[in-house]
DNA sequence: TCCGTTTGTTAGGATACACTAACAAAATAA
DNA sequence: TTATTTTGTTAGTGTATCCTAACAAACGGA
């Protein structure tokens, strides 16, 4: 269900109308379970939906949907930013991890992303160490160097 | 089902023997969910397991199981030692991500996680850092001192 | 050995999704 | 305005899990 709320989120980006068929495409599902979840969250009072008409988000239906789309994003980052995996595969996991993090963990994880990225300030340099590390299975000839200088 | 073999292998370390009861009390749930359960792993010939017997692993199923133990240990390992989770919640966010995470991003967390623990010897300074920098909103004064040096 | 406790199974049902087929409403084009 | 296409709904299914209640097998003590 968050799915949902998440793709309604993103479709209305911008003022725009939503419709079950959008929803759809962009879910890969079938209509009719768009109708159905529609259903289902209207009666949490996530979203309002009449029969053969637009959808949209209640307040607090917005609101869930922007914290699963806070989740989603923060774990792209960390997956393709400090994991370097691809962006496709990045999105592809995030998509399904991001209902698995618990409130507690992701707001580690967020503070986590932003303190490599931008503390003091921009990428640091073990991150390319961690690059080279992956890809090579050993430390670039500069960490090397330090650690033999340390001996 | 990952997480029946998971469990069952966990239970059988050191050549024990492994019962339902065991199982559902392991996973929290109740014995005909754990021997419905094993109905299906066995038709997928993971488990080994006649009426009223003790449940083996076949070396298929092992190999799962241990596969998803590697997931879960990559997943705690990050979430404790590296953003600081309590092991509690360590655990459970990772039984609950083990699942989601695919197999190259997965390997390239254990690296990470390998890399930043171990590389080149010990936790790094900087991961002490991202612990001040969470606990208290800012860097640490070295950090900051740092900053303004080179400036 | 036989009776109660523990352990495991079966039967049947609930929930959360998804799907197809068929139909209904709305929109569009002729 | 009527015919066609697009859009959305309903009804009925399927699969994956879980559950409870009731029963059956196995185990262990008197």
Redesign the pocket.
Known sequence: ?E?YLESISMLAQGGKVV????I?KA??????????????LSKEELVE?E???YVKLTDEGQKIAEDVFHRHETLRHFLGEILGVNPKMAVEDACKMEHAVSPITLERLAKFVEFVLNRPRGKPEWLKGFNYYFEHGDLPPEYTAKCLRDK
């Open positions: 269900m799915d419709r079950v068929t959008q759809s879910l890969g599902v079938r209509k009719p379970s768009v109708t159905s979840a529609l259903k289902k939906h029969r053969y008409g």
